[in-house]
């Protein structure tokens, strides 16, 4: 499902045409991101959280050559599904 198809099921599933479904669907979207932008957990209960971890910086190596090279550190945003989540995809 991507999110033309989620804003359809939404649409069909609320009564509301397929613009303010299409609406409601990136409303939602940017205000997760701008909340983990900021470093602010997003809680939904029962769904899950949206979270954001910091990777520290580390020394890999290149694939082709082999060498070592720095990796910056980094934001990385996570996903943890909550109980009511893992019960629904496991039952």
Do not use: C, W, Y
């Amino acid at each position: 499902m991507n999110k033309g198809d989620l804003a359809a099921a939404v649409a069909e599933k609320t009564d509301m045409s397929k613009a303010a479904a299409a609406e409601a669907v990136d409303a939602v979207f940017e205000l997760i991101t701008s909340n983990m932008k900021n470093g602010n957990e997003v809680r939904i209960l029962g769904f899950g959280n949206f979270v954001v971890t910091h990777r520290a910086a580390s020394m890999g190596r290149n694939p082709q050559t082999g060498e070592p090279m720095p990796i910056k550190a980094s934001n990385v945003a996570k996903f943890k599904p909550g109980k009511g989540l893992k019960e629904a995809v496991n039952s």
